[in-house]
C-alpha cells in the first residue's frame, strides 16, 4: 500500500511540475531581443513639386540578409554604387518579409549589418560615421526597429 502511494505521488508530480513552470511564464517574462521592422521600395521621381505629392514607399515581399557588422573596407563594391558583388563577413540569419514589408527576427544581442538583394548583387545605402554599412544594434531584452529603404530606381 505505501510503494502504491509513493508511486501515485511520484506521477503526480513529474506531471505537475513541468506544467507549473510553463503556466507561470508570460510573453513578458520570455526574453526578446532581435531586429524588427519594414523594408519599403521607392521608386521613380521622388522629387519635391507643389503639382504633385509623393506617396508614402510600399513595403515589399524580399528577404533580409543580417551579416557580421561590415564596413566598406570588408566588401567588394560595384563602383561607387550601393550594390555589393561579395560580402566578407560572417552571415548570421535571412528573414522574408511578409507582403507588406515587415519582419521580425529573435538574434543575440550585438552589431549587424543589413543587406536585401537585387539579382545577385546585394543592396544597402546607408552607413555609419565609421562606413559600417546599413547598421543595426540589438541590445539585451530589447526589440530594434528598423526601417530599410530600397531606393536603387528612385531619383531625388
Known sequence: VMTKILFSAFWVLMINVPFSSIKNATPQSMPQQGIEGYVYRVSGNQMPSPDRKLSPPKG?????????????????????????????????SKIETDANGYFKISIEPGRY????????????????????????EVHPGKMTKVEFTVDYDAVY
Open 60 to 92: 515589399i515581399k524580399t528577404t533580409l540578409y543580417i551579416y557580421q557588422l561590415t564596413n566598406i573596407s570588408q566588401v567588394i563594391r560595384q563602383g561607387q554604387s550601393a550594390f555589393y558583388s561579395l560580402i566578407k563577413t560572417k552571415l548570421i
Open 113 to 136: 549589418s543589413l543587406f536585401t538583394k537585387k539579382d545577385e548583387l546585394f543592396f544597402a545605402n546607408w552607413f555609419d560615421k565609421d562606413n559600417n554599412i546599413a547598421p543595426a
